[in-house]
């Protein structure tokens, strides 16, 4: 979980950092995965977390079906979502990405349902966003990962590992 309080016998954040200070910017949902910045910078967590700044979040998505390029114009144009229309995203099919770990649990595996990946770069931070776009253009998603945000990526960390970059802009 992308919090530091106990969360019934959920993974948190306290289990990695001791550092009372730390503040996440940004947040996951329980079933994502990837990048997370933390710092015990006031305005650098609100350089990276308000909407002002439309700091752009890059994810990938693994969804069931071989996506199309109708489904990704959509993506590109906004999608109307219940909270309404998204900002265009930036869309585009990739390969499953090679520095990927594996999934516990693995996500559901169905043999006559083909996947895909997809990597979506979004500026605004809705709940659930991604996972409601990639349903709303017909895929849903079944892994999601972030990847990046603003000029940090997740490059090659692995889950639970952590790089120093203290030298954040205010």
């Known amino acids: ?20 200070s730390l503040r996440v910017a940004g ?6 995965e990837g990048l997370l910045l933390l710092s015990d ?7 990276v977390t308000h909407p002002r ?9 693994q969804v069931e079906g071989n996506v199309s390029e109708v489904a990704l114009a959509r993506l590109r144009d906004g ?3 219940k909270d309404g229309l998204t900002l265009p995203a930036e869309a585009q099919i990739i390969a499953e ?3 990927l770990w594996s999934r516990e649990p693995p996500i559901r595996y169905r043999a006559s349902i083909p996947t895909s990946w997809v990597e979506l ?3 605004e931070g809705r709940n659930r966003q991604v996972r409601r776009m990639m349903a709303a253009v017909g895929f849903p998603v079944l892994r999601l990962v972030r ?6 990526q997740l490059g090659n960390l692995l889950p639970g590992q952590n790089q120093d970059i203290s030298a954040a802009p205010d």
């Open 41 to 47: 910078n006031g305005r650098f967590i609100q350089k």
């Open 121 to 123: 770069t979004i500026g």
């Open 147 to 152: 990847s990046r945000i603003g000029e940090w």
């Open 1 to 20: 979980m992308s919090q530091f309080r106990a969360d019934e016998d959920k993974v948190t954040l306290s289990e990695f950092f001791s550092d009372k």
């Open 53 to 61: 700044f439309k700091l752009p979040k890059t994810y990938w998505a």
């Open 97 to 99: 990405p090679e520095n």
């Open 79 to 81: 999608v109307n979502l």
């Open 27 to 32: 947040r996951l949902d329980y079933d994502s």
